[in-house]
């Protein structure tokens, strides 16, 4: 099993900056990719960004230029995210997969406040 612990969420304004981080334990040798998703008040979960161990990237044209996935060595993934908008809020997840989207499993969650 993996494990997935999130932190960074809170409350900023808009045009303001957070960082999420995310780290993963147990199993991690089964993880091919991690990554971001969110869900918004009423809306569907949807995929933010995500990484492979392999580094390539893939963002949700919502946020591209605005967002930056990353990933250290001991498996732990961060979201910077920049100029964030109201549009952004709602609750980030961690995910991890074996496969190509990481959705197998995933964090509790952080949530994530963009004030106008």
């Known amino acids: 099993q993996v494990q997935l612990v999130e932190s960074g969420g809170g409350l900023v304004q808009t045009g303001g900056s957070l960082r999420l981080s995310c780290a993963a334990s147990?199993?991690?040798?089964?993880?091919?990719?991690m990554g971001w998703y969110r869900q918004a008040p009423g809306k569907q979960r949807e995929l933010v960004a995500a990484i492979t161990s392999g580094g390539s990237i893939n963002y949700a044209d919502s946020v591209k230029g605005r967002f930056t996935i990353s990933r250290d060595t001991k498996n732990t993934v961060y979201l910077q995210m920049n100029s964030l908008k109201p549009e952004d809020t709602g609750v980030y997840y961690c995910?991890?997969?074996?496969?190509?989207?990481?959705?197998?499993?995933w964090g509790q969650g952080t949530q994530v406040t963009v004030a106008s």
């Open positions: 147990g199993q991690i040798f089964t993880i091919n990719v």
């Open positions: 995910g991890a997969g074996r496969g190509r989207w990481p959705d197998d499993r």
